[in-house]
C-alpha cells in the first residue's frame, strides 16, 4: 500500500517541486473516491454549509456538524491527510476555546490537522494549537467567514499585506497556507518566500498545490461557478437522468423487473 501522507511528507514534496493535489471531501463515499484517485489532502472545508446544506454562506456550520463530516470523511481515507475546517467561532473568541475545539478534531473526529481562517490576527491561535500537538493550516486571502468585513467575496489585492499574512502563519508554526482569491503573481512570490507549501484555489498555476470544491469541480450542483473552478465532470446531469429514468419505471411499472424480485 502507498504510504500515508503526513505534514512531513508535504513539507518534502515543497522541496522536490512535486504538485500537491487537495480536494474538499463530506462523506466516505467521495472521501474513498478522493483518495482512491491519489488526492494528497482531503479538507472537510466549511464550505459544506453551502454545498451540502443548502446556506447561503458558511458562517452557519456548528462545531458539531464539522465533527460529524469529518469522522465520516477520516473512514474513508487511507492514504490522504484529513484537515478538519475550523468553522466560524470555533476559534475566534479564545484561545483555550480554540485549542480545545481544534482538539476535537483529532480526538473524537479522526483528523490530522486543522485549518483556520486569518493571518497575522490568529498567530497566538496557531502557536497555541502547534504546541498542543495539533498541526494547523493557514487560510489567507479571500477568507470565506469574513465575507461581511469583505464586502462580499471579493479577490484579495494588497500584495504587501497578504505576504505579512503567508510569513507571520508560517513563523507561528502552520504547516502550509491554503491562497485563496488572490492574483497569481501574488501567489508566486508568496510561495517562492515561503519554506511550507501554499495550497491555492483561485490563486493561478504557481502554489505549491491545488484545492477544489469537490461539488464544484464534479458538476453536482447547479448555479453560479466561480472562474477559477474547473468542471471535470456533471455528476448531477447524471443523477437526474438516473433518478428520472427510475421515476417513470415505477410509474409505468417497469420496475421491479422479475429480474429483481424473489
Ligand atoms: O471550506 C472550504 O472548502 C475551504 C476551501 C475552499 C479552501 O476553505
Known amino acids: 500500500m502507498t504510504?500515508?501522507?503526513t505534514v512531513k511528507t508535504l513539507l518534502e514534496m515543497k522541496r522536490n517541486k512535486t504538485p500537491i493535489v487537495s480536494?474538499?471531501?463530506y462523506d466516505y463515499p467521495f472521501a474513498r473516491i478522493a483518495d482512491e484517485s491519489g488526492v494528497d489532502i482531503l479538507l472537510v472545508g466549511d464550505s459544506l454549509g453551502m454545498v451540502v446544506q443548502g446556506g447561503a454562506s458558511t458562517l452557519g456550520v456548528t462545531m458539531d456538524e464539522m465533527i460529524y463530516h469529518t469522522r465520516t470523511v477520516a473512514r474513508g481515507a487511507?492514504?490522504?491527510l484529513v484537515v478538519g475546517d475550523m468553522p466560524f467561532l470555533s476559534y475566534q473568541v479564545s484561545l483555550s476555546e480554540a485549542v480545545y475545539n481544534a482538539g476535537r478534531f483529532l480526538k473524537e473526529a479522526g483528523a490530522a490537522a486543522v485549518k483556520l481562517e486569518g493571518g497575522a490576527t490568529v498567530i497566538d491561535r496557531i502557536k497555541a494549537m502547534t504546541d498542543a500537538g495539533i498541526p494547523v493550516q493557514a487560510h489567507i486571502g479571500l477568507t470565506p467567514q469574513s465575507?461581511?468585513?469583505?464586502?462580499g467575496y471579493r479577490v484579495q489585492r494588497d500584495a504587501e499585506r497578504l505576504r505579512m499574512d503567508a510569513e507571520a502563519v508560517e513563523a507561528a508554526g502552520a504547516f502550509s497556507v491554503v491562497l485563496e482569491g488572490i492574483p497569481q503573481d501574488i501567489a508566486k512570490n508568496i510561495t517562492a518566500a515561503l519554506r511550507i507549501p501554499t495550497i491555492g484555489i483561485g490563486a493561478g498555476r504557481e502554489c505549491d498545490g491545488q484545492v477544489l470544491v469537490l461539488h464544484d469541480m464534479l458538476g453536482l450542483n447547479d448555479g453560479h461557478l466561480p472562474k477559477f473552478v474547473k468542471q471535470y465532470?456533471?455528476?448531477r446531469k447524471n443523477a437526474v437522468e438516473g433518478v428520472s429514468a427510475y421515476v417513470r419505471e415505477v410509474r409505468e411499472k417497469s420496475f421491479p423487473g422479475d429480474e429483481h424480485a424473489y
Open 147 to 151: 465575507v461581511h468585513m469583505l464586502g
Open 23 to 25: 480536494l474538499t471531501a
Open 3 to 5: 504510504q500515508a501522507v
Open 78 to 80: 487511507k492514504r490522504a
Open 233 to 235: 465532470a456533471s455528476l
